[in-house]
Every structure is written in C-alpha cells, then in structure tokens.
C-alpha cells in the first residue's frame, strides 16, 4: 500500500469512528436522561404538595368561616336578647357584629376558590402518576436495550480503533502528525484526492505545475484549500 492509499484508508476508519462515537454519546446521553423521568418525578411531587397546600388552606378557612359563625350568632344574641340597654355598649357592639358579618362573607367566597384549587391540584397529580407509571415501565425496557446498545457500541469501537492504531503505525510519522492535524482543523477531513486534476475537497482545477508536483511527490501534497492533495494512486 503506498502512503496515499494508507492516508485514505486511516481516514475512513477514523470517519467512520467519529460516527461511532456520536452513536455512543448518544446512547450515553439518552441512558443519562433516564427518558425523563426524573424531571417527571419532580413534577409530580410538586404537584402532590401543591394539592397539601390547597387542602390546607380550604381546611384554614373552613375553620374560620365556623368560627366567626359562630361569632356572629353570639353578637346577635347580645344586640337581640335585650339584655343590655346602655346605648354605647349596643353601637359598640353593632360595630363589632357588621365587621364579622363582613370577614365571615369574605371567608366564606374564598372557599371555594380553595377547594377549585385543590381539585385541581388533584387531577393533575392523577394525571401524572399514571403518566409517570407508564413511563416508567417503558423506560425499564429502554434502559435494557440501551445498555447493550452501549456495551455493543462500546466494544466495537474499541475493536476498530485497535485496527486504527495498528494501521496508522505503518505511516510515516511525518505524514502522520501532518495528517492528524489537518483531520481535527478540517472537521474529519484531512486528504483529498485529486481526480482528472481537480481537487476534490474544494472543486479547484490545479495548475499543470501542482500536478506535476504532485506526481512526482511520495506523499500528499497542500491544496489551497487547507486539505492535503493525494493522487488517483
Ligand atoms: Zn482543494
């Protein structure tokens, strides 16, 4: 094999595992999500605290609303019995019972906004622990079947790139250095060839000069377009 069909060939074979390892973060990435049942969990948790927090409160007014109730009908019997007859102690305590009429109406509309609210809460907590359930079971396969993805990906990487090194060892360490470089600048391309005098990296007609050059050279030569040039050889 001559050095240019060497470079070509290394350069496949990294090609093709730079793929493999996209496939492999991937696969990684997906594992690491946990089909997004974490964020679902939490969700669901706020959710169950939210429907808490509405219960309580209803149960905070309820217990408010009975007692001004409650209230109400103890001023009432005062101002009605007619026991007292002191003209300031009735005014004072008609004051009292119109403000408790008044907080037991306010406590009594926010009621059911409350109980709406924690309805709500409810219904959305059943929705996602069912939703939540069925993911879970779903991801329990998933995550079977992306772990021997992992394990599968993982191993025949790790084969290929043993044949990679082995290969890349019978290239000129100058060659090779040269080419590493332009494959890591050049986003995995590094050698072009060079077909019925045009470069195939960046369509360019060469010069009779280059391809003179280029002939006569063992190796790869520069394009202008930062790539390496090889011959048809
Ligand atoms: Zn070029």
Request: hydrophobic letters at 35%; one cysteine or more; aromatic letters at 4%.
């Amino acid at each position: 094999m001559t050095i240019a069909q060497s470079l070509l060939s290394l350069q496949s074979t990294d090609q093709t595992l730079a793929l493999r390892r996209r496939d492999f973060r991937e696969v990684e990435r997906e594992l690491k999500s946990e089909g997004g049942l974490p964020e679902l969990r939490e969700n669901c948790e706020k959710t169950k605290v939210r429907e808490l927090e509405s219960k309580v409160e209803t149960a905070r007014l309820e217990s408010e609303f009975a007692m001004l109730k409650e209230k109400v009908a103890e001023l009432e019997t005062r101002l009605y019995g007619g026991a007292i007859t002191n003209v300031r102690e009735l005014t004072a305590i008609e004051t009292e019972h119109s403000a408790a009429r008044r907080s037991l109406a306010q406590v009594e509309e926010s009621i059911a906004p409350a109980e709406v609210a924690a309805e709500h809460a409810r219904q959305q907590f059943e929705g996602l622990t069912n939703d939540l359930a069925e993911k879970e079971k779903l991801w329990q396969n998933r995550n079977v079947e992306l772990r021997q993805d992992l394990y599968r990906l993982g191993s025949e990487y790790n084969e290929m790139l043993e044949v990679r090194n082995a290969d890349a060892s019978g290239i000129p360490e100058d060659d090779l250095a040269r080419y590493t470089r332009l494959f890591r600048s050049n986003r995995g391309v590094a050698v072009v060839r060079v077909e019925r005098g045009v470069c195939q990296g960046c369509a360019v007609r060469l010069p009779v000069g280059e391809l003179t050059r280029l002939r006569n050279a063992d190796g790869p030569i520069p394009c202008s377009c930062g790539r390496a040039l090889l011959t048809e050889g």
